[in-house]
T-cell receptor, first 109, second 115 residues
C-alpha cells in the first residue's frame, strides 16, 4: 500500500535555529514528490517538486532534497513567518496525490 | 483567474440537507481534483477530472457524494443528505495537465459544518 509518513508531527524552533523535516514514502513507481506549505484556514501552497533521487530545490530559507526512500525539507535560519504546516505528497501511477499528515512548525521570535 | 477559487468559504448546514460546493480552477488547467481535510487528518482524495475523460470517482466515500465539471472548467461537488461526519474542509486543486509529475495548485477551501 502506498504510504507517506512525515516526522516530526510538530517542531518548535527558536528564530535562527536551523532544522530539517522528513518525509518518507513507500510507493510503487514514484513520479514526483511535492512539498506544500499550509497556513491555518488556508489551502496548501505549492513549494517544490522533486522528480529523481539526488535532486535538490531551493527557495529562500527552504531547501528540499530527495533520496530513493525519503525527502527532507531543510529550513535554514527560520523566521517566525515560516511557521506553518508543511505537507509532502507523492504521485505514483494513478490519478491522485497521496499526502502525509504534515509537520506543524512553530518558529519562536 | 489568478488562482483556484472556491465558494462558499464557509457553509453551515443542518443534518439531512443537500449542499453544493463550487470550484473555479486556474484558467487553462485541464486537471481538477477534490480533496477533503478533516481536523487532524491528512488530505483525503475524493475525485479527479481530466479534460473530457470520465472522472476518477474512486475516492468518493458514499453515493451521497457526486461531482461534475461543466465545459472542462467549473466544478461542483454535491453532498446529499449531509451527515455530521461530512464536516470537514473541502479543497479543490487544479493542474496544468493531467501528467503525473505536474504539481497541483489548491484553492482556499470550503469549511463545511453539519449541525
Amino acid at each position: 500500500e502506498d504510504q507517506v509518513t512525515q516526522s516530526p508531527e510538530a517542531l518548535r524552533l527558536q528564530e535562527g535555529e536551523s532544522s530539517s523535516l522528513n518525509c518518507s514514502y513507500t510507493v510503487s513507481g514514484l513520479r514526483g514528490l511535492f512539498w506544500y506549505r499550509q497556513d491555518p484556514g488556508k489551502g496548501p501552497e505549492f513549494l517544490f517538486t522533486l522528480y529523481s533521487a539526488g535532486e535538490e530545490k531551493e527557495k529562500e530559507r527552504l531547501k528540499a532534497t530527495l533520496t530513493k526512500k525519503e525527502s527532507f525539507l531543510h529550513i535554514t535560519a527560520p523566521k517566525p513567518e515560516d511557521s506553518a504546516t508543511y505537507l509532502c505528497a507523492v504521485r505514483p501511477t494513478g490519478n491522485q496525490f497521496y499526502f502525509g499528515t504534515g509537520t506543524s512548525l512553530t518558529v519562536i521570535p | 483567474g489568478a488562482g483556484v477559487s472556491q465558494s462558499p468559504s464557509n457553509k453551515v448546514t443542518e443534518k439531512g440537507k443537500d449542499v453544493e460546493l463550487r470550484c473555479d480552477p486556474i484558467s487553462g488547467h485541464t486537471a481538477l481534483y477534490w480533496y477533503r481535510q478533516s481536523l487532524g487528518q491528512g488530505l483525503e482524495f475524493l475525485i479527479y477530472f481530466q479534460g473530457n475523460s470520465a472522472p476518477d470517482k474512486s475516492g468518493l466515500p458514499s453515493d451521497r457524494f457526486s461531482a461534475e465539471r461543466t465545459g472542462g472548467s467549473v466544478s461542483t461537488l454535491t453532498i446529499q443528505r449531509t451527515q455530521q461526519e461530512d464536516s470537514a474542509v473541502y479543497l479543490c486543486a487544479s493542474s496544468r495537465t493531467g501528467s503525473i509529475n505536474t504539481e497541483a495548485f489548491f484553492g482556499q477551501g470550503t469549511r463545511l459544518t453539519v449541525v
